[in-house]
């Protein structure tokens, strides 16, 4: 009987321990993400500051010129190439935008030069407010 007993105390006592060590790694875990999350914010002009955009002069952005519409990823199922179906949908009412990455600039200029560069890597200059680019020039990164 007492042989029973003592092993019963030794899985009982690795248990707790085991259940312990958990309970420490989740705290862990939870206050370092807490930290992250916290310090991503503070990086972030734009979750700290809920006033009107400001005006970022003279930068240079990079990405995809396409519509707003399809974004960078264009129907599979249509025909056309990515340049052509942002052309097709900019006629149909859709605006030119340059996405990079998750972000998404709409574009103040011309739209015949922006039409050249549908479907292409471009080098954008000009000044940003907001999500809206007023460009200054177009240069393709092919």
């Given at each position: 009987?007492?042989?029973?007993?003592?092993?019963?105390?030794?899985?009982?006592?690795?248990?707790?321990?085991?259940?312990?060590?958990?309970?420490?790694?989740?705290?862990?875990?939870?206050?370092?993400?807490?930290?992250l999350?916290?310090?991503?914010?503070?990086?972030d002009?734009?979750?700290?500051?809920?006033?009107?955009?400001?005006?970022?002069?003279?930068?240079?952005?990079?990405?995809?010129?396409?519509?707003?519409?399809?974004?960078?990823?264009?129907?599979?199922?249509?025909?056309?190439?990515?340049?052509?179906?942002a052309?097709?949908?900019?006629?149909?009412?859709?605006?030119?935008?340059?996405?990079?990455?998750?972000?998404?600039?709409?574009?103040?200029?011309?739209?015949?030069?922006?039409?050249?560069?549908?479907?292409?890597?471009?080098?954008?200059?000009?000044?940003?407010?907001?999500?809206?680019?007023?460009?200054?020039?177009?240069?393709?990164?092919?």
């Amino acid at each position: 009987m007492q042989h029973n007993r003592s092993w019963i105390s030794l899985i009982g006592s690795c248990l707790l321990m085991a259940l312990g060590a958990a309970f420490a790694f989740a705290i862990i875990v939870a206050a370092g993400s807490a930290a992250l999350a916290g310090r991503q914010a503070s990086d972030d002009p734009q979750l700290t500051s809920p006033a009107a955009p400001q005006t970022v002069p003279g930068g240079f952005y990079e990405g995809m010129v396409t519509d707003s519409r399809c974004g960078a990823r264009h129907s599979k199922n249509s025909r056309l190439g990515s340049a052509e179906c942002a052309r097709q949908c900019v006629r149909q009412g859709s605006t030119y935008v340059l996405v990079d990455g998750n972000r998404r600039y709409k574009f103040v200029g011309s739209e015949e030069t922006l039409a050249k560069f549908a479907g292409q890597r471009i080098r954008i200059s000009g000044a940003r407010q907001g999500e809206t680019i007023q460009v200054s020039s177009a240069v393709s990164l092919f």
